[in-house]
C-alpha cells in the first residue's frame, strides 16, 4: 500500500460547491506480508474501516497504489477489477446487515460462484457443503434463512461465503464486535485455524486491543487518518514508540495483578478533531502529552526508525 488517500468531498449550499473535504485516510504507506495477520486499530472513526475499504476498491481511492503480486488494484478498470476480486475478500463486521434475509444459506455461499465461476449447479452445491464443514455450519442447515441462525452462526455464513473463491487475502472488519463476548473466542480461533489451514493473508481491524494482541503478527496503530506507528506485536505491547499508542495502550488493563497494580493510565485532554479540519504539522499535536513547538509547525515523517518499527513522531528524530 503506498500513499493510500480517501478524501470525501463536502458539498454545501443550493449550488452543491465543493466547501471542503473529509481526509478519512491520509497518505498510508505500509506492507501486509503474505501470510501474516496486520492488526489495524485505533479509536472508531480514524479511518480503519475506510482504509480496508480503499484496500479492496469497494471505495475508489482518490490517490495511491495497492498492489497485490504486482497488480496495482487501485488502479484496474472494472473488468480487470471483476477478474481480480476473487482474491481479495472483506468479512463484515455486522453479519446480520451483511446477508441478504431473503436468501437461504446455500444461496447465499453460493452466490460469488455463481457470479464469478462457470461452476453447474452440482459442482457449486458440493462446494457449498465443503464450505459450511470448513466454518463448523451443519450442512442440514443449508436451506435455513439468515434469521433462523444465532450472531455466531451468521458469522461463520458470512466467511463461508468469504472463502468460496479461495481469496488470498481477507480484509477482516471488526469481524467480531457485534458477537456476544462468549461466541467472540470461537470465531477467532476459526479464523486462525483457516488462515494456517489455507494459507490467507489478513488485515485485521478492530479497536479491541486484547484481541489484536492475541492474532496479529504486526501492529498498525491509527489516528485522524494517519498510521502513526507499525511494529512487530510484541514489540508494539512491550515498548510502544509513538506517544498515541503509549496513551492507548495505558488504557488496557494487564492480566498480571503486580504489573496491573502499577500501570498508570495516560488520560489524553480534549476530543479528536475533526478529519474535515486536521490540525497543521502533527495530527496529533492538539492532545499529544509530549507536543514540541516544531509539532505545530511541521508533519513528522512516517519511517523506519528502527528494523521493523515504523512510526511518525518528531521525538523519533532527535
Ligand atoms: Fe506528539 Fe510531536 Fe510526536 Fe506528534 S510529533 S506525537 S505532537 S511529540
Ligand atoms: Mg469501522
Request: hydrophobic share 40%; with cysteine.
Amino acid at each position: 500500500v503506498r500513499n493510500l488517500t480517501m478524501h470525501f468531498d463536502i458539498h454545501a449550499g443550493i449550488l452543491r460547491r465543493k466547501v471542503g473535504a473529509v481526509r478519512a485516510v491520509d497518505g498510508l504507506s505500509f506492507d501486509i506480508m503474505q501470510g501474516e495477520t496486520l492488526g489495524l486499530v485505533g479509536e472508531s472513526g480514524c479511518g480503519k474501516s475506510t482504509t480496508g475499504r480503499a484496500i479492496l476498491r469497494l471505495y475508489d481511492p482518490t490517490d495511491g497504489s495497492v498492489k497485490i503480486d504486482g497488480v496495482d488494484i487501485a488502479s484496474l478498470n472494472t473488468s480487470d477489477l471483476r477478474k481480480a476480486r476473487p482474491q481479495m475478500q472483506m468479512i463484515f463486521q455486522d453479519p446480520q446487515a451483511s446477508l441478504n434475509p431473503r436468501m437461504n444459506v446455500s444461496e447465499i455461499i453460493a452466490e460469488p460462484l455463481r457470479e464469478h465461476t462457470k461452476m453447474d449447479s452440482a459442482a457449486r452445491d458440493a462446494r457449498v457443503r465443503e464450505l459450511m464443514d470448513a466454518v463448523g455450519l451443519n450442512r442440514a442447515f443449508a436451506s435455513r434463512y439468515p434469521h433462523e441462525f444465532s450472531g455466531g452462526q451468521r458469522q461463520r455464513i458470512g466467511i463461508a461465503r468469504a472463502l468460496a473463491l479461495n481469496p488470498k487475502f481477507i480484509v477482516c472488519d471488526e469481524p467480531i464486535a457485534a458477537l456476544d463476548v462468549s461466541i467472540q473466542a470461537q470465531v477467532v480461533n476459526l479464523l486462525e485455524d483457516l488462515q494456517r489451514e489455507l494459507g490467507l493473508t489478513y488485515l485485521f481491524i478492530s479497536h479491541d486491543l486484547s484481541m489484536v494482541r492475541h492474532l496479529a503478527t504486526r501492529v498498525a496503530v491509527m489516528y485522524l487518518g494517519k498510521i502513526v506507528e507499525l511494529a512487530p506485536r510484541d514489540a508494539l505491547y512491550s515498548d510502544p514508540h509513538h506517544p498515541y499508542t503509549q496513551a492507548l495502550l495505558s488504557a488496557v488493563p494487564v492480566a498480571d495483578p503486580e504489573v496491573e497494580a502499577t500501570r498508570k493510565q495516560i488520560i489524553l485532554e480534549g476530543d479528536v478533531p475533526s478529519p474535515a479540519k486536521p490540525p497543521e504539522g502533527c495530527n496529533f499535536c492538539t492532545r499529544c502529552p509530549k507536543v514540541m513547538d516544531i509539532c505545530r509547525k511541521v508533519s513528522p515523517e512516517f519511517r523506519e526508525h528502527a528494523p521493523g518499527r515504523f512510526s511518525a513522531c518528531h521525538l523519533m528524530d532527535e
